[in-house]
């Protein structure tokens, strides 16, 4: 296995080559072209929050013919709870689920690649193996578990389980980061008489700040996207995430207030849509380090 | 022997050897966490599941055993599993190739060295990164929607009346096909990864022997991402088995129209929570599985013949 970091891909390592002016120009038109395409659904829904519910449809422009954001207005305050509820519910959840996976995932990958005890190859493939498998398999016994502790109907299935290190590829991610930290540190550290949890704490967390950093971002985005499991676990409609009371939405809306409807859609991509913006370089270098260290 | 008086004296900086205990229990403490999830969350349900794919449980009662009757209504009986897994296969099978297919078109694009790379690559990126939400399955059923934006494209550019994709049965399966595709941007960054990885004194060198282009590709660049091709491949295939949201919001929960957009795990949602068939859902979950596993083992197997590896 390769000694893996979330290396930073530098731009400029392939720097823009001389090559005859019409086929720069050939190129460029594609991925403008490629860029347009794929932008445009996104744009086209935004454009349809403040579109007058007659123009949304027919037209294939982008822009309104006058500016309507009293859908936004509708969308948060129609429902039987307003929009917040949702949004702060989902909030909750994510930052829940963004420490648990953060301190317990940390906890396992230290030990994995830090710590030697008996049988540690052991667990670790074990670990390696629930990367492959699909949550289908333990969704049925998972829900009859929480169902028997009362826990259906709260938010607890959707929070506790990632203060216990489900997420094996988190686990993954940082196991391959703490490997690439020099032993040296943690070795003079041992030698000092730091206790193991003081060298996690002190020396491997500090100096992993990335890779617990993209962790955080993942585990925010997918918990903040996720729509299966509230679906199973949240049936009050005081407890819907942004997923579920979007989607109860569009059931209650029926086909009548496109405007409205695609206001909340946008919000709801709001948060995504921030953290894509402010984290794009950790995002790619973390998806990007997964995908090639193996 | 005299042993008493030549003895050392500084006895206190040599130390005892650890005992086992010492020695292992840092481990399994940092370990503990994971401990109680995965054999509270994930191995003991997944041994339960294998339990109540051999019952009869809704739930109410308790589960009583019937043998293999769930997997024999699977082999034999079940319309719905046999549409279910056509409209899965059909998906997977479309869907993944002309997803990699694209994601590294365009990585190839872009590593040439293009001026403005992070932009192209954050707005390829952008929508895999938009994902399974909610909202993207609800903007793509109203761009498909009988009088939606491809519609009218249609017609404006092409002077074609379309089908109204969602409902119609031939074509709402492709309209999940192309929101998969849009999709390409997570494998793109890999690939992207992948070309950065490979070294460019091949290059140099390829090119000082006059080699063509098209022969660098298929001898240079195109052997040494199979690794990355087959790594996204697999990735991607459990993915695609795997997808709900959007034929789950598409369909609004239904899978219509007339099952065509019946994913295998809309079907398992179901069978579980619809008519809280646990038993028979947990079935479902083992031949997912076992699907999975049999095609991830055959990829492995097929790998030895074309993913190269230098060592």
């Not at chain 1, 955080?216 to 409609?237: K, Q, R």
């Not at chain 2, 993915?239 to 099952?259: E, M």
Request: aromatic share 16%.
């Amino acid at each position: 296995m390769t000694d893996a970091k979330l290396t930073h891909f530098p731009d400029d390592l392939n720097p823009p080559r001389e090559r005859p002016w019409f086929l720069s120009l050939i190129i460029h038109v594609a991925l403008v072209g490629a860029s347009i395409v794929m932008l445009y659904p996104l744009l086209w829904m935004l454009s349809g929050s403040i579109k007058d519910q007659n123009e949304i449809f027919g037209t294939a422009s982008l822009i309104p013919s006058q500016f309507d954001f009293s859908s936004f207005a509708r969308g948060w305050f129609g429902g039987q709870v307003t929009f917040g509820t949702f949004v702060w519910n989902s909030v909750v959840i994510a930052v829940l689920s963004v420490i648990g996976n953060v301190i317990s995932c940390s906890l396992a990958a230290y030990a994995f690649a830090r710590l030697n005890f008996w049988g540690k190859n052991f667990w670790f493939a074990l670990m390696l193996g629930t990367l492959m498998l699909p949550y289908h398999v333990t969704l049925i016994p998972q829900y009859i578990l929480f169902l028997k502790l009362g826990w259906v109907k709260t938010m607890l299935p959707l929070v506790v389980p990632k203060f216990l290190a489900v997420d094996a590829f988190f686990i993954f991610l940082m196991v391959q980061f703490f490997r690439g930290i020099p032993r040296e540190l943690d070795e003079a550290a041992m030698m000092d008489g730091c206790s193991p949890w003081r060298i996690y704490w002190r020396i491997m967390l500090p100096l992993s700040l990335p890779v617990l950093a993209t962790a955080a971002i993942f585990s925010f985005i997918w918990t903040w996207d996720d729509f299966f499991g509230p679906l199973i676990y949240l049936s009050d409609i005081n407890t819907y995430t942004v997923q579920l009371g979007l989607r109860s939405f569009v059931d209650s809306t029926g086909s009548s207030d496109w405007s409205s409807l695609f206001a909340m859609s946008s919000i709801s991509l709001i948060p995504v849509f921030l953290i894509f913006l402010f984290f794009q370089r950790l995002l790619i270098d973390g998806i990007a380090t997964a995908g090639l260290k193996r | 022997m005299a042993i008493g008086a030549s003895a050392p004296v500084r006895v206190e900086t040599y130390q005892k050897a650890p005992s086992a205990f010492a020695r292992n229990a840092p481990g399994y403490l940092f370990l503990l966490p994971w401990f109680i999830g995965f054999f509270g969350l994930t191995l003991g349900p997944a041994l339960v599941s294998l339990y109540l794919s051999f019952t009869d449980y809704n739930l109410l009662q308790a589960p009583h055993l019937v043998g293999l009757d769930n997997y024999a209504r699977i082999a034999t009986g079940d319309d719905k599993f046999i549409s279910s897994m056509k409209v899965t296969l059909f998906y997977v099978v479309c869907s993944v190739p002309l997803k990699l297919a694209f994601a590294l078109m365009v990585a190839l694009l872009l590593n040439r060295g293009i001026r403005g790379l992070p932009i192209y690559r954050a707005i390829f990126y952008l929508p895999s990164l938009l994902g399974s939400s909610v909202a993207i399955a609800v903007l793509w059923r109203q761009i498909f929607d009988g009088d939606g934006v491809v519609n009218t494209l249609l017609w404006y550019v092409l002077g074609i009346n379309g089908p109204s994709w969602i409902s119609n049965p031939n074509y709402s399966l492709y309209t999940l096909i192309i929101l998969a595709i849009w999709q390409f941007g997570s494998p793109m960054i890999i690939f992207l990864a992948g070309l950065r990885q490979i070294p460019t004194d091949l290059y140099e060198a390829a090119s000082l022997d006059g080699a063509s282009k098209a022969r660098i590709f298929f001898k240079i660049t195109l052997p040494l991402l199979t690794p990355v091709i087959f790594f996204n491949a697999v990735v991607q295939t459990i993915d695609a088995f795997k997808a709900f949201t959007p034929a789950y919001v598409i369909s609004s929960g239904t899978g219509g129209p007339i099952d065509s957009t019946l994913f295998y795990t809309l079907y398992l949602y179901q069978e579980a929570f619809g008519y809280f068939r646990m038993g028979y859902a947990a079935a479902l979950a083992w031949v997912l599985v076992i699907i999975i596993a049999v095609f991830t083992a055959f990829s492995f197997l097929s790998a030895r013949y074309w993913v190269h590896y230098d060592d």
